[in-house]
């Protein structure tokens, strides 16, 4: 499952995807996405329509987007999940959302992190998304190296919680 915090205008959406169904705020959304070239320009298939939408990455985590003629920015934050879920999981653990490639590492073993401080950058799907600690803590270990190719679930950082 690939969890996704979303802000535009400031608005913010939770969106998860779990076994190819997007869910966002709790709503199952039926849908198909793919792209029409490689130059951010996508079709999104509806059981009812069909719409046109541009995607643009501008900066790390914000994306431009065009859709029926509006134009907005969003912030994506990757990782996240909702408080029920961090409060069974280990929160000393970073995963990978899903299949894709390490850009960029920001921190090194035996740094202290702030609990939502962006540890990596990984890109998937064109899209690159800021991994952020899920807690305070010191950086215990670190799995993987920048240009590393990585699967959905493998283990990137663990953190030792400081005390």
Aim: net charge neutral.
């Amino acid at each position: 499952m690939a969890n996704y915090r979303v802000t535009i205008a400031n608005r913010t959406y939770d969106v998860s995807i779990e076994d190819d169904q997007l869910v966002v705020n709790g709503d199952r959304i039926s849908y198909d996405m793919d792209s029409l070239n490689d130059n951010g320009l996508h079709i999104l298939r509806q059981p009812n329509r069909n719409t046109e939408a541009y995607l643009e990455p501008n900066r790390q985590g914000v994306y431009d987007i065009q859709i029926e003629g509006n134009h907005l920015s969003a912030e994506v934050l990757s990782g996240f999940q909702s408080s029920s879920k961090k409060a069974r999981q280990d929160t000393g653990s970073i995963h990978s959302p899903m299949p894709g490639l390490i850009v960029d590492i920001m921190v090194k073993i035996g740094d202290r992190v702030k609990q939502g401080q962006t540890l990596l950058i990984q890109e998937a799907m064109k899209m690159q998304m800021k991994l952020r600690a899920p807690s305070s803590g010191v950086v215990k270990s670190i799995l993987i190296a920048p240009g590393s190719q990585v699967e959905k679930g493998v283990l990137l950082v663990s953190l030792a919680p400081t005390g």
